[in-house]
């Protein structure tokens, strides 16, 4: 089994100081979350909270992810980073090709984009993309940009995106991992179609059971033998026993946040460092 932990809570200052950390104790990645900004007329329900409010506040930093991810690349060796989730449908594909690819480029290929479709209008309409037929703008922006990340002449002609032979430079030498999150009939196929799934806040024998159905989806499409990451997060403890039975059912990375775990949500610098060890020392084998 392999841990991710969630960055959310902590100061960006000294997220390069917990990197190198995590990096040190055995986390095998970190995970950043995405917001461009918080409107103050925000009408917008948020899909993961019983009232609809969003599950942070706007005094709260939301770091760009990519130019976060490459700070803390640049001080870690083996320490790998994902999106847990950015909104992909909010951007121009080209700026998103071209952010993702080099960070991937410059990290040796340490980069995973975890993405969602998005629930703010509000962000959309000052981003200038359209809120409606986002997910079928997700797919054409997934399929252009990893014809962008192949290295050579590419072009791509949908119903949303159509572009004659173009060359972005630099590529990463691998392609780079996609995982969707959501538990939709509709995440779920996209989720088989590229790398993996990624399951927020699921009790276990929930998760367990979404499990089950990414396996038959994946055996439905004929692709159950091409690698697939599964990333969530269990609303229970991870103790030896859930941990076996959660890999079992296909569960390949737990995303945690050591400080969270513990019922901290701002932790300063050499707290977070504290707890990150604390929950290696609890938790790894």
Request: proline letters at 8%; hydrophobic letters at 40%; charged letters at 25%.
């Amino acid at each position: 089994m392999k841990f991710c932990n969630a960055m959310i809570g902590t100061d960006p200052l000294s997220w390069g100081r917990l990197a190198k950390v995590a990096e040190e104790v055995g986390f095998d990645s970190v995970a950043v979350s995405d917001h461009v900004v918080y409107p103050s007329y925000l009408e917008s329900k948020s899909p993961y909270t019983p009232d609809g409010k969003p599950q942070f506040s706007p005094d709260e930093n939301w770091p760009d992810v990519w130019v976060a991810i490459a700070h803390m690349a640049a001080v870690t060796e083996r320490l790998e980073f994902m999106t847990n989730v950015y909104v992909l449908p909010l951007r121009n594909p080209f700026v998103v090709a071209k952010a993702v690819g080099t960070a991937a480029y410059l990290s040796g290929n340490r980069v995973a984009l975890g993405i969602g479709a998005g629930w703010m209008r509000e962000e959309f309409e000052l981003l200038e993309q359209p809120f409606s037929k986002r997910g079928k703008r997700l797919d054409e922006m997934l399929e252009a940009m990893a014809a962008l990340w192949e290295g050579g002449m590419a072009e791509y002609h949908g119903e949303f995106y159509d572009f004659d032979p173009v060359e972005m430079k630099p590529a990463p030498s691998e392609p780079v991992p996609v995982y969707v999150g959501g538990d939709s009939d509709v995440a779920f196929a996209r989720a088989v179609r590229n790398d993996g799934w990624l399951g927020m806040y699921y009790p276990p024998e929930q998760l367990i059971e979404h499990c089950r159905t990414l396996d038959r989806l994946r055996e439905d499409a004929g692709v159950a033998d091409r690698p697939f990451e599964v990333v969530a997060s269990p609303l229970a403890p991870p103790s030896r026993g859930l941990l076996e039975e959660l890999e079992g059912a296909g569960v390949d990375t737990i995303l945690t946040s050591a400080w969270k775990a513990v019922g901290v949500d701002q932790p300063g610098p050499e707290e977070a460092e504290d707890l990150l060890r604390d929950y290696a020392g609890r938790y790894f084998t």
